[in-house]
């Protein structure tokens, strides 16, 4: 019997071939669609997952409460990683953690930039990053030590075992002993670097690290097994009291704990809590995988009921000679899961096919896990329920029909299959609606971004780091840039100039507020910043040569500003800690953050003679590749020890966008995906109504209908159904990324033609669609269709 079915699915697939395609292809698109999806959202949540003391590690951000305001931070104190050890017991490791910046290292003839950062000696120790050579506890022994990947211990000394116990000269003025040698940090970790340095190594370079009061590391813990987390939090909230003068006054800073794991998911701070982050695209997605199936399985199910007419007669016949119900539903069941059995095979290999592709994306290095028993089980798990999900609903309604009433003529469906199969119908478009709102809003948005006017010019402003002999050399340096044609403007600043995340307390200033305190973020530049930066000075003036004074000047943004409420604040007085200086002049506000984070108040202070961070120049436009040739020249002469790198600020502004670009292309090929798999609904569904309405549309032939009013008869019902779909969709869609949209301190409004534009590519897409099948009725000879009367 088994046998017997199997040999009737067969020959039924192979007499509809057409049909029996479209299924298929239907059902493949859906679940590798599904499948690149799992696998997205598997390497997501893989990140982080190899700390053997995941569920022990933490990282602190902080709560400032100011005017009334809340405010989430996560950079912090330099001394809190020290202080945390020896305030609260059940934390049993510590370490502060900089930010990746690119360093220059030599070994004899061989330079070269590595990506470096700075911890304490527990680093290794807390964090399982596989050491080839070293031990965690030695590996950051002292100021001079230095751990490397085995990517640079091969670059300098030939392989890892030669590199340990080696000595490699830092920025062209320390000699570092490698201590210890780790393999090379791979894409399932948020911390990467090249090699890592001694936290005392990074203050003996930055005095104001030591400082309670400015922020710059990140910092991490590990609490003791049998620590609970919430007592912990608790203990250490108002660690920071005795470390502010204005404790106890309504400005606080209070301390707390994220799950490190949770770090690269959860990395939003809303409200000054740790809320959403890349979690909300793997929820996103997750959805989108399950109704793009889901979209698929309808496909079936109306391509199936559409070819419901030719299985009637096989249902009466097998009914009549004893056949049960359980059995024919078991038959058609059986239909669908080989159906779906063809489409898995079809899937897994579009999947390898596109895993490329979807890779270069992505930015991922995701692998086909073929070889993992949990994969097949995945697959066997997307088949069975794809299998019974499309195949249920046609199987009991086939195994419903009456043979009376399949036998004795024509079969004519009830008015509640027909709402059934509408009612998907709109369900697949709505679905696809959604999916083309938020296309063309995640577009605009990261368009507005991209393009928005952030207070500063970011065309043709470049910048390269002041490391090695430029900080000594740079007034020779500056002087002859400028004699360089394409040079505009030269200054430097402590940061990059679009994200600058540092800040800094006590700074106050006569008539402010005594119980109040706004954390600043403070900026030390060069002479000509704002030219160079092509920012608008709006009152008072930038700091000049001809005013020695300036040397004790600040100029401040219109955010700070309003924080101090001055009518007339040029020559007013700021104090900041035992230091005293007056505002020279107000710039109008600029994003030196991203458009996630609001625009803060900013306080710049002419730099040190010896100036760290970044050179920026303004270059002309048209004279880029001559420029960067002429720029490379002096600055290697000046510093031949340091190999010269550049960053270009418009390409660094948009990269902090990269993750929204992914999103936006992601949204758009599945978009595409679900519109398209709809289409073979709305297919099924026409011709089902085709084959139904056959001898209607014959003795409307001819009686004289032109082919024009048939096609409009079999298509407006259909286009009743889409426009339903839009009207159902919009609101959701709506909500859904207003939500999104919350993500941004600035962003686009959700407009009406958004909602119409994705109406009318649905319409079109529809109107294309049932066009095909209706003409394809029209024009069928009327002779055919009445001749069985």
Not at 29 to 40: E, H, N, P, Y
Not at 439 to 451: A, L, T
Not at 613 to 626: H, L, S, Y
Not at 741 to 752: N, P, R, S, T, V
Request: glycine share 8%.
């Amino acid at each position: 019997m088994i046998r017997n079915y199997f040999k009737i699915a067969f020959r039924s697939l192979f007499k509809n071939k057409t049909f029996s395609a479209i299924n298929v292809l239907g059902l493949a698109m859906g679940m590798a669609c599904s499948l690149m999806i799992m696998l997205w959202i598997r390497d997501e949540l893989a990140v982080d997952a190899f700390h053997a003391n995941k569920d022990q590690l933490y990282r602190i951000y902080m709560r400032e409460y100011f005017s009334g305001k809340v405010q989430g931070v996560i950079w912090t104190p330099g001394p809190l990683a020290e202080e945390l050890k020896k305030s609260v017991p059940e934390i049993e490791m510590t370490t502060p953690f900089s930010w990746t910046s690119p360093q220059t290292f030599s070994v004899g003839t061989k330079k070269h930039k590595q990506e470096t950062n700075f911890a304490s000696s527990d680093f290794f120790k807390m964090f399982s990053y596989k050491l080839l050579q070293g031990t965690p506890a030695a590996a950051l022994r002292d100021r001079g030590s230095i751990a490397i990947s085995r990517r640079m211990a091969e670059a300098f000394f030939g392989s890892p075992e030669a590199a340990i116990g080696k000595a490699i000269r830092y920025d062209n003025r320390k000699e570092m002993t490698v201590s210890a040698v780790f393999e090379n940090i791979g894409a399932n970790s948020t911390l990467k670097f090249d090699c890592l340095m001694t936290w005392d190594a990074y203050v003996d370079d930055n005095s104001w690290a030591t400082h309670w009061g400015n922020t710059d590391p990140l910092t991490f813990f590990k609490l003791r097994k049998d620590a609970d987390p919430a007592k912990v939090e608790a203990k250490m909230r108002r660690l920071l009291d005795k470390t502010n003068r204005d404790e106890g006054k309504p400005f606080k800073t209070q301390l707390a704990m994220q799950p490190f794991h949770e770090y690269y998911l959860h990395s939003n701070i809303k409200d000054a809590h740790m809320a959403g982050g890349r979690i909300e695209y793997v929820q996103l997605f997750s959805f989108v995988a399950v109704f793009i199936l889901l979209i698929a399985c309808i496909n079936f199910m109306n391509l199936a009921t559409a070819r419901s007419s030719r299985r009637a007669k096989e249902v009466g016949v097998r009914k009549v000679v004893g056949a049960m119900r359980s059995m024919l539903a078991g038959q058609f069941m059986g239909e669908a899961m080989l159906i779906a059995a063809l489409s898995a095979v079809l899937a897994v290999t579009l999947v390898a096919l596109l895993l490329p592709a979807f890779n270069h994306l992505t930015g991922k290095q995701m692998l086909l896990p073929l070889s993992e028993p949990v994969f097949w089980g995945v697959i066997a798990g997307l088949l069975a329920m794809t299998g019974l999900l499309a195949g249920s609903y046609p199987a009991l309604f086939l195994s419903s029909l009456s043979p009376v009433r399949i036998l004795k003529g024509t079969l004519k469906f009830d008015s509640s299959s027909v709402w059934v199969r509408q009612g998907l119908v709109v369900f697949q478009f709505g679905l696809s609606v959604i999916l083309i709102v938020g296309m063309i809003i995640i577009y605009r948005q990261v368009g507005f971004v991209q393009n928005k006017n952030l207070g500063f010019d970011r065309e043709n402003l470049i910048y390269f780091p002041i490391e090695g002999e430029l900080s000594a050399k740079y007034n020779v340096l500056k002087e002859e840039l400028a004699q360089v044609p394409g040079v505009q403007q030269v200054s430097h600043m402590t940061a990059t100039p679009a994200s600058n995340g540092n800040g800094a307390d006590g700074i106050t200033w006569p008539g402010g507020d005594p119980n109040g305190q706004v954390r600043f973020t403070p900026v030390g530049v060069g002479y000509d910043f704002a030219k160079t930066m092509g920012l608008k000075v709006v009152e008072g003036r930038d700091f000049s040569k001809s005013f020695p004074t300036d040397s004790t000047g600040f100029l401040i943004n219109e955010t700070a500003l309003k924080m101090m409420g001055y009518k007339d604040p040029i020559g007013r007085q700021i104090n900041w800690g035992k230091s005293k200086g007056t505002i020279v002049g107000i710039l109008k506000d600029f994003h030196f953050q991203s458009l996630h984070t609001a625009i803060r108040p900013m306080i710049a202070y002419l730099g040190a003679r010896e100036p760290q961070g970044v050179v920026m120049i303004r270059i002309g436009a048209g004279k880029t590749p001559e420029t960067l040739a002429a720029l490379q020249q002096i600055v290697q002469k000046l510093n031949p020890d340091v190999p010269f790198t550049y960053a270009f600020t418009d390409q660094e502004y948009a990269r902090q966008y990269q993750s929204e670009q992914i999103v936006g292309k992601l949204a758009g090929y599945f978009a595409f995906l679900a519109v398209f798999i709809s289409c073979l609904g709305l297919f099924g569904l026409a011709t089902f109504t085709a084959e139904q309405r056959t001898k209607e549309i014959g003795v409307r032939k001819v009686l004289g209908a032109s082919v024009a009013g048939i096609v409009a008869l079999l298509s407006k019902d259909f286009l009743k159904l889409v426009v339903m779909a839009i009207v159902l969709a919009s609101p959701v869609a709506w909500y859904v990324m207003k939500q999104w949209l919350q993500g941004f301190a600035y962003q686009i409004d959700i407009e009406w033609w958004m909602f119409a534009l994705a109406g009318i590519i649905a319409v079109l897409i529809a109107v294309f669609t049932i066009s095909f099948q209706s003409v394809r009725a029209a024009l069928m000879n009327p002779v055919k269709s009445l001749r069985s009367e």
